[in-house]
């Protein structure tokens, strides 16, 4: 069960909190019972920091309260340059320096990376980091005057988890649609819907406490969350489970004299996966007995080893439903029925809400009624194996690699087409033009190859997650768990084939 020896521990007395100000989360008394044998499968092994020669470099910056604000500062910059450029740069869509690092280089190259290495973005984050100096008052000291009303998100709420975060991401999408944002449509746009963004987290920031904003309302973090769970940062885990599980004073939750209580309401002993780790480094600077480590582990770990949440579950079945929307919206078929919706609605122009939502709706239900099916038609007659959520669960968990492939392939044709104008635009502010921004780093030709290629490459290992999912969680629910998982795995490959066809008939389409 240890992950990794513990560097110093200290006897494990009980101290008064450090951080009595704080609001303190709901940290509950270590429950031992099946802990081991429920964590072993997501239980990170490698911990960065005791690599020789690195290991102590990384230390020393985790340690600094600087760390993350160093991370922060550039993206920062880069987001204000975005804004005043939009603003008052270049009405030009293609050469305007806000518009195209954001649309041609930032929101394509977002998705490899967040497949790779998880949640990074959210380490150097301009929205956060803003969020964190304003209600904190301090650019990186460990301050304890807040600002704010510091509330906790309702209960009732929270239950719902990333999936209110996928509900704002579906918001944001159709406004950028409607609005031609990401076309990219006037520079000024793209402004505004960042500095919209900003008000709507700064004003979370300052009425609920910690990173409610990120945890449960930013529109990024479902997608994020989501994806990054296949990349091999695992995040901030203990080094011995066991001195956490004795530990009375929990600084990594509540704050210690040198690092914050979890902004994310992780608590890390416990963490089996890293969908919910910012990688901001509080807990270890806040860990009096040197008990955390970063942690690598082998790809695909936070998909097919955690407890599968339903939350998560309908989370990625609105993902889905959201990237096959935004293929089947590049072909005439789709525009046909938009019109013809928009004038019996009297509706001005694409997208219409309504074949918007029925859509997203439309693939989230063919899932939902998959996982039923196997619920009523596979499972055995106990209560938890007929339970729907049982089978929806693990079902969607599995389709993870594909649907992050599918939003890759789906933004290539803007990073393809248009990377070069980044230069360009970045010339441009100096007021000159050079002749090659309309370069395109692929022909049309071969970016739909590239398309079919990610997308293969995410069934084959989407086939694989749920394959072993299926072997993993289904056991337990049914006797024909190699039918269970047959049928799973055929959905995947169905998904797959199905999102071939629509790149095929797409041909490059941005
Ligand atoms: S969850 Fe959203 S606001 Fe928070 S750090 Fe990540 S991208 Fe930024
Ligand atoms: S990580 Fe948290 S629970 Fe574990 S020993 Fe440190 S303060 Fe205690
Ligand atoms: S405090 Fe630790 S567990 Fe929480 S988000 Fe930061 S690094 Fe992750």
Redesign the pocket.
């Known amino acids: 069960m240890a992950l990794n020896k513990a560097k110093k521990v200290e006897p494990l007395a009980a101290t008064p909190l450090v951080d009595s100000t704080l609001p303190v989360s709901r940290v509950r008394p270590a429950q031992r019972e099946g802990l081991s044998e429920r964590l072993s499968g997501s239980d990170a092994r490698l911990d960065l920091t005791s690599l020789p020669g690195f290991g102590p470099i990384l230390e020393r910056m985790l340690k600094s309260r600087k760390f993350q604000f160093y991370f922060i500062l550039p993206t920062q910059i880069i987001f204000w340059l975005v804004v005043i450029s939009g603003i008052f740069g270049t009405l030009e869509p293609a050469q305007n320096f806000g518009t195209a690092i954001t649309w041609y280089i930032w929101f394509a190259l977002m998705f490899p990376a967040t497949l790779l290495i998880g949640r990074a973005w959210c380490l150097a984050c301009p929205f956060g980091g803003l969020g964190d100096w304003i209600q904190r008052r301090s650019f990186w000291r460990r301050t304890q005057k807040k600002l704010g009303l510091g509330l906790k998100m309702p209960q009732v709420l929270a239950e719902y988890g990333l999936l209110m975060s996928a509900g704002v991401f579906i918001i944001l999408s159709w406004l950028e649609e409607f609005f031609n944002i990401a076309g990219p449509g006037l520079p000024i746009l793209t402004s505004i819907m960042v500095l919209g963004i900003i008000a709507f987290s700064l004003i979370t920031f300052l009425v609920f406490e910690r990173r409610t904003f990120c945890r449960y309302l930013c529109p990024l973090s479902s997608l994020i969350g989501a994806n990054g769970s296949t990349g091999i940062i695992a ?2 885990r203990p080094r011995d489970r066991e001195v956490c599980l004795n530990c009375q004073t929990k600084e ?1 939750m509540r704050g210690g004299t040198d ?2 209580g ?3 309401y ?1 608590y ?1 002993a416990t ?1 089996d996966t890293n969908t ?9 600077k ?1 860990c009096p007995y040197e008990n ?1 480590g970063v942690y690598v582990q082998k790809p695909l770990t936070s998909v097919i080893a955690p407890k599968k949440r339903t939350s998560m579950a309908w989370v990625i079945g609105a993902l889905l439903g959201l990237v096959i929307f935004q293929q089947w919206n590049a072909l005439p078929s789709y525009a046909a029925a938009d019109n013809w919706l928009n004038s019996v609605m009297h509706f001005p122009h694409y997208p219409n809400p309504v074949d918007y939502l029925l859509t997203i709706g439309a693939v989230a239900g063919i899932f939902v009624g998959i996982a039923f099916l196997l619920s009523r038609v596979v499972s055995l007659k106990t209560k938890t194996a007929r339970s729907f959520s049982s089978w929806f669960a693990p079902l969607m968990y599995g389709l993870i690699p594909l649907v992050g492939a599918d939003y890759m392939a789906r933004v290539m044709p803007k990073f393809f087409n248009h990377a070069a104008r980044l230069p360009s635009s970045i010339i441009g502010i100096f007021g000159k033009q050079v002749s090659w921004a309309d370069f395109h780093i692929l022909p049309n030709n071969w970016l739909v190859r590239v398309q079919y290629l990610v997308i293969a490459i995410g069934t084959a290992v989407a086939v694989y997650t749920t394959s072993k999912i299926a072997g993993k969680d289904y056991k337990e629910l049914t006797r024909n768990s190699k039918l269970a998982r047959i049928i799973s795995v055929a959905v995947v490959v169905l998904l797959g084939a199905g999102m071939i066809v629509l790149y095929y008939f797409m041909n490059g389409a941005e």
């Open positions: 995040g901030f990594c690092g914050y979890c902004p994310w992780t890390p963490a919910y780790c910012g990688l901001c480094s509080e807990c270890y806040a955390i």
